[in-house]
């Protein structure tokens, strides 16, 4: 079987899909590059709250029983947040 490799897309590729109820949906197009995954440390997971401070993404985010900040992957949370950044300067 040949495999071809397809050209990286750009960072910012993605769909946004709005529900009939309101809430949207993100789909971030498939990424094999490693920096996409990976955080750093830890497999990338960092508390919400270590990321985002004054709570602007995902408040709603929380550990069941405690209410503490959710652990979410730092380099998805990094690629939606500059997505993010982009649709509020257009």
């Known amino acids: 079987t040949n495999f071809s490799l397809l ?3 750009k960072r910012d590729d993605f769909r946004c899909t709005k529900l009939k109820s ?3 949906v993100f789909e971030f ?3 094999w590059s490693v920096s996409d995954w990976y955080g750093d440390y830890n497999f990338g997971a960092s508390r919400i709250g270590d ?3 004054n709570g602007d993404y995902f408040p709603s985010l929380k550990v069941l029983g405690t209410g503490d900040f959710a652990t979410v992957n730092r380099a998805f949370f990094g690629r939606f947040k500059q997505i993010s950044a982009d649709l ?3």
């Open 51 to 53: 990321l985002d401070s």
């Open 22 to 24: 309101g809430h949207h």
């Open 7 to 9: 050209p990286k897309p």
């Open 29 to 31: 197009l498939a990424s």
């Open 88 to 90: 509020r300067r257009e």
